[in-house]
């Protein structure tokens, strides 16, 4: 197989099967999930919960408390570089921009691409850290398990491979960006049945939290 | 024909001067990544080499590669050079044809048997021998034939090479390049659509001058002149860093010479020496007259999912079967979510109530 025809295999066939696994898998979950329903509410709302869900979807952004930020600062922070990161990575390349434009029809503007590059390698630096963290830790490495570090591979490699790629760095260009593109795709495959699953379950999750809290009066 | 005039005397008869040839000579080095003092050693080889025999085959082919050899500009000392090999066959330049043709390319194969060199440009069809053949010969027999004979092969031109325009999907010939049939010769391919002229000639003076086949990429291209990435020498690099794209090839962009990425442009996955060696004697390339570069050079090109469209969209439609996985997503949680529904129901039903008082009758 020449690079080209890896290029085309990505770029065609590889791209529909990632991304009808990864359609079925989200919406799979997310019937899953609704339907398992929660108990009827049998006591008087104190408060709503509306408001205090959008308040919790907002608020959990910060750390909790300053003994939680104290305990855990390098995660907090080494997470949110690595998330911002990943976000202008993802979302402001001007290339990915026009993944998303011949996807879906939206496109928006990107940004220089030695900025993203700037976020693509402070991202990698981000999660190699948390990984060495989770690795050094006793009671992280006790904790975390194979699919710790599984979902920590499937998001580290496009990063790695795409920054390889831009670079123009330890194979000719076609290959690395073949390489890539199936990187996303493995990603891609196993985000629905994963932890990675929270990139879209997250927002919903804190508005349940917060809401659940709201109708009981708490104050959020 | 006579191959008795060595290229220096052919050269001198055309009125190019010594200083000239040193300079072309001294170019060439350059231009093929060799030593300076590898110079003295290309003139001395080119002053006593004698005129080596070319055999010319076209298979499924549109001429453009020799189109771009003959026609591309004034006649240089590249050209001649090319005048000064006895080119013995070639259908579009010889002046014979029908059974003297082929009585030529029989004669120049015996005469030269395991030293001639072969130059192929065009693909062949495997599927039914009759789509391409010549004085009923199928391009096939013909290659296989005149290939048992040839010190070495040139695929010129991207059909040759990768089998090219032929091979698109969904290849209707089968068309095969050179390389998928011939295994035991030894082929350089020289790729483009069609190729830089002084590229096929820089890869004649290359074996003519060293008798060695130069140094080749992965795909059998010359690294001298296959080596470099359309993008990376981009003079339009600049843009596409800032992030400034033509959307339109008549925006503001484009009229401001912006990066083409967005309409299409394969200079990211093209290797080739457009970019430094232009065309038109060094006048432009393609991406500098405003139209991205179309990955000619490379395998598959017209396969690359449409000229304009960027490198980074797929090449297949994706939204369609996104839509109906979603739908059969939807479908399949919806049942495993009754299903669930159905199980806590049933544990529920199961469910025995149970008081301390009971515990009390155990204890």
Not at chain 1, 118 to 144: C, D, E, H, N, Y
Not at chain 2, 75 to 86: Q, Y
Not at chain 2, 333 to 355: D, P, Y
Request: aromatic share 10%.
């Amino acid at each position: 197989m020449t690079s080209a025809e890896f290029l085309l295999w990505v770029r065609g066939p590889g791209l529909q099967i990632a991304a009808v696994i990864f359609a079925f898998g989200i919406i799979l979950r997310f019937f899953e999930i609704y339907m398992m329903g929660r108990k009827k509410n049998l006591s008087a709302k104190r408060a709503g919960g509306t408001a205090a869900g959008f308040r919790t979807v907002a608020t959990r952004f910060l750390p909790a408390d300053s003994e939680t930020m104290r305990r855990s600062m390098f995660t907090v922070v080494a997470g949110y570089i690595f998330h911002i990161g990943l976000f202008v990575t993802l979302f402001l390349f001007v290339p990915h921009i026009e993944l998303f434009g011949a996807l879906t029809g939206l496109t928006w503007p990107g940004l220089p691409m030695p900025v993203v590059d700037f976020f693509t390698v402070i991202s990698m630096i981000a999660l190699l850290g948390l990984m060495w963290q989770r690795l050094t830790k006793p009671v992280l490495r006790m904790l975390s398990t194979g699919h710790d570090h599984l979902v920590w591979t499937l998001t580290f490699l496009p990063l790695l491979t795409g920054y390889l790629a831009y670079h123009h760095l330890f194979l000719p260009y076609t290959w690395m960006l073949a390489i890539h593109i199936l990187s996303v795709e493995l990603l891609m495959i196993l985000f629905p049945f994963t932890k990675l699953m929270h990139a879209f379950t997250l927002f919903v999750s804190r508005w349940y939290t917060g809401s659940m809290a709201g109708e009981k009066g708490v104050k959020v | 024909m006579a191959n008795d005039k060595s290229l220096i005397e052919i050269l001198k008869s055309r009125g190019v001067s010594r200083r000239a040839f040193l300079k072309f000579c001294t170019t060439t080095a350059s231009m093929m990544a060799l030593p300076p003092s590898m110079v003295p050693a290309i003139a001395s080889a080119m002053e006593n080499a004698r005129r080596p025999s070319v055999i010319w085959l076209s298979f499924q082919e549109c001429t453009g590669c020799t189109e771009s050899l003959t026609r591309s500009h004034t006649p240089t000392v590249e050209g001649l050079i090319f005048d000064a090999i006895s080119l013995d066959y070639h259908h579009t330049l010889q002046a014979a044809s029908g059974d003297a043709a082929e009585h030529a390319r029989e004669e120049a194969m015996k005469e030269n048997y395991g030293s001639y060199l072969l130059v192929v440009d065009g693909s062949i069809p495997l599927d039914n021998p009759g789509y391409s053949t010549i004085a009923g010969i199928s391009n096939l027999d013909m290659l296989k034939e005149t290939a048992k004979g040839a010190a070495a092969i040139i695929s010129v031109g991207s059909c040759a090479a990768f089998g090219g325009l032929p091979h698109a999907n969904p290849n209707p010939t089968g068309a095969a390049s050179v390389a998928d049939i011939i295994k035991d010769k030894p082929i350089i391919n020289v790729p483009g659509c069609p190729p830089i002229p002084v590229v096929i000639t820089g890869v004649f003076l290359h074996y003519l001058t060293l008798g060695t086949i130069p140094e080749l990429d992965g795909l059998g291209r010359p690294k001298a002149f296959y080596g470099q990435n359309i993008h990376d020498r981009c003079y339009r690099r600049p843009f596409y860093e800032r992030g400034q794209f033509a959307e339109t090839f008549d925006d503001e962009g484009a009229r401001a010479g912006w990066c083409l990425y967005k309409l299409g442009c394969k200079g990211p996955i093209t290797y080739n020496a457009c970019a430094t060696m232009k065309w038109n004697q060094g006048t432009s390339f393609p991406i500098e007259s405003g139209h991205g570069c179309l990955g000619c050079s490379e395998p598959r090109f017209w396969d690359m999912g449409g000229f304009y469209t960027a490198l980074s969209e797929p090449t297949l439609d994706v939204t369609r079967a996104v839509g109906v996985a979603a739908a059969v997503g939807a479908g399949a949680g919806l049942a495993v979510g009754a299903v669930n529904q159905i199980k806590k129901k049933r544990a529920q039903s199961n469910h025995e109530t149970v008081s301390v008082d009971d515990y009390k009758e155990d204890a």
